[in-house]
């Protein structure tokens, strides 16, 4: 065991720990999961319903916080220090020695936190607009900051020798702010297996770093197995042994929020059966109902709250989500810019367009305090939320989330800086009333939101307009065109623009975002990718698997994808769709000037591995835009297939 403990804890850990740390190493011992309704499985999960505190809340802020700050080197120092060659690695050389010598487990002490307040930052944050906070539990780097029985090199025993996770939430609690933790925990074991190693070339080469010293076990692992490489463990030990450490912590400190950062922990017993406990645990304290959220990045159906880091939502998701982001760096980095207010404002705005919220990383210096600009962007921030934070909390998304010609076809993590303007405009409802927020001020004081248009059919009718910030009348007309606004000379917002509107049966007008044409090379190949096309469907979207985008999640064979191409001369072409079908054969069509060619998808093995789908030839009579659309070829037969991109190129 990690440490001394009472014969009665002992006993109950011999049910929880790993069989290698109980005192019979061949048993398989249960998990122990809180009484309730909810079980271990996917189809169990389904029951839950994500709790409108969360759903109202819409912005939170984090605390990525922890030893890993006390270098100022940014984010994986505890991986990079061990990584020769790496950046992190030759920062530890130079301000603190060789890791066989130096580790890890010495820049531990190093943070004290010395100018560390909680109760004055939660009131800056609160001030700022956050309706929850999230506290590190721990990161990677396997060092806890709650008070653990379990485990010695908590934040308690050493470094600040504080509760870092009990003295925020006290914090949170003063603010009347929700609470919750994130658990990075689940990758540690793998993650922190460069810690083992040793240099392969210069002086030092073979001479193991701290890690692979038994006497640190505890802090950097034991040994994996050959092939457990994986973001999460295939070790049965290791994902016990994290099933009892975050149970202490949930059932220590009854988070209102737990976030692990990864997909379901181990997709497996120990991951559902963390998710089940939580919830039965929250249902007895708060009368049969959970009213926690769990978070992780996997899809939810409704299960939990998934997850995007850095990255959004392309269209509106009928489930409540989140995205994880930073103003700079998850950890502390003296290198690197913090982003300006319009950029989170912007970002939390579309989300919550697309019925999302936003957890916002505020990064902390290693003494606990913040930066002067970071303080500054908090009372920007403040200010803005004061005047348009009506049409933000307490929203929910309207029947489409927006308009514009920013679009952001991908969604998903990793993808999260895009330059709107004030054409770019998002919506949100409380109750019969519509916001618009346009992400800028217009430059010429108008403002025209197209989606209001006056319709043929005499729905649509807007009564009332006025603007958030503005006390005085705003002068507005609505036409087929769009609902046309008059602004004031003086700008409310340097980064939004925000209107209140009323009305009788509003509803989108459609509209017709035309995307600019494709232009072919000097040889007049034309090539069409994934993040140039115009996606049409509910389920379809672009992704990133490796270095390149796709077109996927085509499961709906209503769903289709097209581009606007500008052919410089007329002639023959040959048109070629790059596929992958991991099983089975399928049909993919494509109209091209009046022509549908259709082609054959066949099994690639794989959603990665790619195979041309030679679609035919087409004649174009004339020079000029042409719309090029694709669709499944048959209808009752369509096999979903991942779309890397389309090539028409001239038949000489």
Known sequence: MRSVLTFSAILLLLVQVPPSRAADEGAAAPLLIAEGQFKPTMESLKQYKCPDWFRDAKFGIWAHWGPQAVPMDGDW??????????????????HYGHPSKFGYKDIIPLWKAEKWDPDRLMALYKKAGAKYFVSMGSHHDNFFL??????????????P????????QKAAKKQGLRFGVSEHLAAS????????????????????????????????HFPAEPGDTGWNSKN????????????????????????????????????????????????????????????????????????????VMAKIDPNPWQTDTSIGDWFYNRNWKFRPVSWVIHMLVDNVSKNGNLLLNVVQRPDGSLDPEVEYML????????????????????????????????????????????????????????????????????????????????????????????????????????????LPEKKISEFTCGLKITGNQLKPAPIVEKSAAIRPDCGGAIKLDADSADLHGDQIKVEQRGPLSNIGFWDNANDWVSWNVEFAKPGTYRVTAHCALPDGRTQL??????????GSVVATGNWDVYKPVDLGKVKIAKAGVVKVSLHPGQSDAWLAINLRDVKIVPIK
């Open 161 to 168: 020798k504080r509760d870092v996770v009990g003295d925020w």
């Open 379 to 486: 009372k920007q921030l403040a200010d803005w939320n004061a005047i348009h934070g009506e049409a933000i909390y307490g929203s929910r998304p309207w029947l489409v989330y927006g308009e514009g010609p920013v679009r952001n076809n991908r969604g998903g993590n990793f993808n999260e800086d895009f330059k709107y303007t004030a054409k770019d405009i998002r919506f949100t409802t409380r109750g019969s009333t519509l916001y618009a927020i346009a992400l800028g001020w217009p430059s010429d004081n108008t403002l025209v939101v197209r989606s209001l248009a006056r319709l043929a059919d005499g729905s649509n009718v807007v009564s009332s307009v006025s603007l958030l910030g503005h006390e005085g009348k705003v002068e507005w007309m609505q036409t087929s065109e769009g609902l046309v606004i008059e």
């Open 189 to 220: 074991f793998t993650w922190f297996q460069s810690s083992h190693r040793s240099d392969k070339s210069g002086p030092l080469a073979g001479i193991p770093y701290d890690g692979a010293d038994p006497k640190y076990e505890d802090l950097y």
């Open 77 to 94: 120092y505890a991986r990079g220090m061990y990584e020769q060659g790496s950046g992190h690695y030759k920062y530890h050389i130079e």
């Open 236 to 311: 049965p030990r290791v994902q016990k042994q994290w099933y009892g450490e975050i149970k202490e912590l949930v059932d220590n400190y009854h988070p209102d929020l737990l976030y692990s950062d990864s997909p379901v922990p181990f997709s497996n017993e120990a991951g559902l059966s963390m998710i089940a406990h939580l919830y039965n645990s929250s249902a007895a304290s708060n009368g049969g109902v959970a009213a926690v959220v769990y978070n992780c990045k996997q899809k939810s159906e409704g299960r939990w709250v998934e997850d995007l880091e850095r990255g």
């Open 589 to 598: 069509a494509a109209d091209i000037a009046g022509k549908t060619l259709v």
């Open 146 to 159: 709650w008070d653990s029985k379990l485990h010695p090199w908590n934040a308690v025993n050493m470094g």
